[in-house]
């Protein structure tokens, strides 16, 4: 059980993990286009709430090195926009750049869009799977406190939330990786019938940089696409390190 003590670092950690990754992100002059090159499967990247794609760059660059070709929603840009909005820009992008197969890698609200878009705006099932890091999946119950638009709609109580909650027919295609405890999410990023794995450690963002976490979703990168239903939550055992 995690103690308060182990708790506060966690937090500490992570919000200087975010003050510092945004940092970077904004004096960063690399081009997507960069990541454009491979032979592997398709990856696009969808980043959390006022995160742009630059946040990724950690992951974005394991999966560019590891031979996949990785795919930005620029339109996105700091994915303030509503879910249904986002999602129906991911699904443009697909189509119009005609990818197939394709892999999404998502942090926090991304997995919300990326889940929309696998169950509402892909009847060809040009996505194959999905790998989201700390998705509000049910919600956050801090999101009712919120004075922004944004920030609020990711309540348990949105009608998009909910909807989401009750279609379940995409959750074997999804991986969701989570800590031991989320600051900004209490509820959790466990999804019926995916494939749960839960890391020795906490956080909502310091988590991405975690090597467990880039094992996740280069393995979800490289997985068939059609994977078998997932059996409740893989804790990473052995592998995983408190930090």
């Known amino acids: 059980?995690?103690?308060?003590?182990?708790?506060?670092?966690?937090?500490?950690?992570?919000?200087?993990?975010?003050?510092?990754?945004?940092?970077?992100?904004?004096?960063?002059?690399?081009?997507?286009?960069?990541?454009?090159?491979?032979?592997?499967?398709?990856?696009?990247?969808?980043?959390?709430?006022?995160?742009?794609?630059?946040?990724?760059?950690?992951?974005?660059?394991?999966?560019?090195?590891?031979?996949?070709?990785?795919?930005?929603?620029?339109?996105?840009?700091?994915?303030?926009?509503?879910?249904?909005?986002?999602?129906?820009?991911?699904?443009?992008?697909?189509?119009?750049?005609?990818?197939?197969?394709?892999?999404?890698?998502?942090?926090?609200?991304g997995g919300l869009i990326g889940k929309y878009a696998m169950t509402l705006l892909d009847p060809e099932q040009r996505i194959s799977r999905m790998v989201a890091v700390c998705s509000p999946f049910s919600g956050s119950r801090y999101a009712g406190f919120m004075l922004l638009p944004s920030l609020r709609a990711l309540s348990p109580r949105n009608p998009v939330t909910l909807q989401l909650g009750r279609e379940l027919s995409v959750n074997e295609r999804i991986t969701s990786v989570f800590g031991l405890f989320d600051p900004h999410i209490p509820e959790g990023s466990v999804l019926p019938g995916a494939h749960n794995i839960q890391l020795q450690t906490g956080g909502h963002f310091r988590i991405l940089a975690h090597p467990d976490t880039v094992r996740a979703v280069l393995a979800g990168a490289g997985a068939p696409a059609q994977a078998p239903h997932g059996q409740g939550t893989a804790h990473a055992e052995g592998e995983a390190r408190s930090g």
């Open 1 to 109: 059980m995690s103690t308060a003590l182990q708790i506060a670092g966690w937090w500490a950690r992570d919000y200087a993990y975010a003050v510092g990754r945004q940092l970077r992100s904004a004096v960063s002059r690399v081009s997507p286009d960069e990541f454009l090159s491979g032979d592997g499967r398709p990856v696009v990247v969808i980043p959390g709430i006022y995160e742009d794609w630059r946040f990724l760059l950690p992951l974005i660059e394991e999966l560019h090195a590891a031979g996949h070709p990785v795919h930005v929603v620029t339109m996105l840009q700091r994915n303030r926009i509503a879910v249904p909005r986002a999602a129906a820009l991911l699904a443009h992008y697909l189509g119009e750049r005609g990818l197939t197969d394709a892999v999404i890698v998502a942090h926090s609200k």
